[in-house]
């Protein structure tokens, strides 16, 4: 129901049509004031009249309606009240009629999005910090499908530079596939450091080094079976962590993809006289060096992660011609982004607009930050196992003979590390603290997921008896507010969207799954009489509705018993 659509509509005010009235119409943070409120200061000057005046004409007019309980001038603005009982059964009816489908809608019909997210680097760890880079960037995924949009989800797999000559020289000399088969990426890391080590001393690897990734490069055999070798290693790891945390791709499409396509796009710079010479390096500089130029080709020819993103972006638009393409990834990469878009607008690409840096912070462990160079390298792995671990204790505490206590131990702690990095703005830096994020009273994943174990179990245990519903029972103070919150829901999947913020739908189920349990501790649903249980009841099953549909679009499971 659009109960600013309609209350612009009651309000008659001459000359001013109600398209006018309807987008100043908000909702007051204050309850008390009403559920929406219309400021009438922006029609004093047309009416040569108070905005104290204006409101209480405005009121006087207003006729009787059976959805407006009442209508209050109050200092210049008009309060709306509306009919509790009315629009808690209706909220309700509509949730629980639409089932799956509350909250999604059809506004991206047509259009593409694509979602450059997650993007790791072949034969590096799949640390900690990729942690909050692939949950968003899963969330955005599923919430622009929820909203209509055909979406493409892309790996970038950082897949090519000459770091791959040294991994084949270190793995000719010290590698044993029956350990890297089985310690993977760890088995790699090793041979990588060794080979830093041993290069100190014997500077000679480094040239061994080049002369294998321009083997690569020149398509030989052996290189590439290597090099495949490598990848699928590394792809093999992280898909298992991909599919704990509910991750899927629709491109790999890494940077090797762009060998062959980055030559056409230096020609159309060449063309367009943006292509300067630079010490024998090729870069593109930018009016009065508002930034740093952006180097393309390096003297000794190589080209660069830029050179690569710039092909990328015309690949996309040209194969999926997108209507917003989204770069998920950490601020450090700020300059890089800004770079990219400015060089596709200097080239005339006028859809160098529809480009969006979705710019995100940093995840560390409390002990301190995660960085490679340090070697303090925390593998997402390790981390995603802690939380399972510890949520499989607080679970055998609280629920000894919980059945499947392994795969909800999984989606809990699981659940609660992904709840964690979605829960704050993306720009904000995490400190992951497992006792915090696994806290079943705080602002958490163990939280909502916990009441919408409790709405599952009342539903259960619960009844309906015949079909008397009496509204009084949902228009209570708490049962309202659970009523608003639910209510709020499809506006906060769109703004989530419109933000790249998947943090409003956090925040949104966190705010049900506490007006809920307020609800619920202040109401009783079991003895009350039958024509108020069921209300409650249905209020009950849409809130247990909602809290599945919010998980599921932030990529976290909902166990029905905990
Ligand atoms: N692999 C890169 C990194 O770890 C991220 C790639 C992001 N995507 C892109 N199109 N540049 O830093």
């Known amino acids: 129901m659009d109960y600013k659509k309609l209350l612009a509509d009651i309000v008659i005010l001459q000359d001013v049509e109600s398209e006018e009235i309807e987008p100043l119409i908000t909702v007051p943070k204050d309850s008390a004031m009403g559920d929406y409120c219309l400021p009438c200061f922006k029609f004093a000057k047309a009416m040569k009249k108070s905005p104290v005046v204006i409101a209480q004409e405005i009121v006087s007019r207003i006729g009787a309606y059976n959805f407006l309980e009442k209508a209050e001038a109050v200092a210049g603005y008009v309060n709306f009240t509306l009919n509790k009982k009315m629009v808690a059964s209706k909220v309700v009816e509509k949730i629980l009629s639409e089932g799956e489908e509350y909250g999604k809608s059809e506004v991206g019909a047509g259009k593409t999005v694509c979602i450059d997210f997650s993007s790791v680097n072949i034969a590096k760890p799949f640390h900690m910090g990729h942690l909050l880079n692939t949950v968003i960037g899963g969330a955005l995924c599923r919430i622009y499908r929820a909203l209509g949009y055909k979406v493409v989800g892309i790996n970038h797999l950082g897949d090519w530079g000459t770091q791959f000559g040294k991994l084949i020289v270190a793995y000719k000399m010290w590698g044993d596939k029956k350990d890297i088969d089985a310690r993977g990426v760890r088995g790699l890391l090793d041979i990588y450091v060794r080979f830093h080590e041993e290069a100190e001393k014997n500077p000679a690897l480094e040239d061994e080094a080049r002369a294998w990734f321009k083997k690569i490069e020149d398509g030989n055999k052996e290189a590439l079976e290597l090099f495949g070798y490598f990848k699928e290693v590394t792809m093999k790891e992280v898909e298992k962590i991909y599919k704990r945390l509910n991750v899927t791709f629709d491109s790999y499409a890494g940077e090797s993809f762009y060998n062959d396509k980055m030559q056409p796009v230096l020609d159309e710079l060449e063309q367009k006289g943006l292509l300067e010479l630079s010490d024998g390096a090729k870069i593109v500089r930018f009016e009065g060096d508002k930034m740093p130029p952006c180097l393309l080709v390096r003297s000794d020819g190589a080209t660069l992660y830029a050179t690569r993103d710039l092909a990328a972006a015309v690949y996309r638009k040209n194969t999926y011609d997108f209507y917003k393409c989204l770069y998920v990834v950490a601020y450090q990469q700020n300059l890089h982004f800004k770079q990219i878009f400015e060089v596709l607008r200097l080239m005339g690409k006028p859809w160098a607009e529809d480009m969006v840096h979705v710019a995100h912070g940093m995840v560390s462990l409390e002990d301190g930050a995660l960085s490679t160079r340090t070697g303090r390298v925390v593998f997402l792995e390790d981390v995603l196992n802690t939380a399972v671990a510890k949520a499989r204790e607080i679970i055998t505490q609280k629920n000894p003979d919980l059945e499947d206590k392994e795969q909800t131990a999984e989606q809990v702690g699981v659940g609660a590390a992904v709840f964690a990095m979605l829960f704050n703005g993306r720009i904000k830096d995490v400190v992951f603290d497992y006792d915090k994020v696994l806290n079943f009273d705080g602002e958490t994943g163990p939280y909502v997921q916990y009441t919408y174990a409790r709405c599952c179990s009342l ?104």
């Not at 009844?463 to 506006?491: R, S, T």
């Not at 202040?522 to 998980?551: C, D, F, M, Y």
């Open 459 to 562: 539903l259960e245990k619960c009844a309906c008896e015949g079909d008397d519903f009496d509204e009084e029972g949902i228009a209570n103070d708490e049962a309202y507010a659970l009523v608003k919150a639910l209510e709020k829901y499809p506006e906060s999947v769109v703004t989530a969207g419109e933000k790249y913020e998947p943090s409003i739908v956090t925040r949104q189920i966190v705010d049900i799954a506490q007006a809920f349990n307020k609800f619920y501790f202040e109401h009783n649903i079991k003895s009350a009489a039958p024509a108020v249980r069921n209300a409650r009841l249905a209020l009950v099953g849409a809130t247990r509705q909602v809290l599945e549909s919010g998980l599921a679009l932030l990529g976290i499971s909902a166990p029905k018993k905990m």
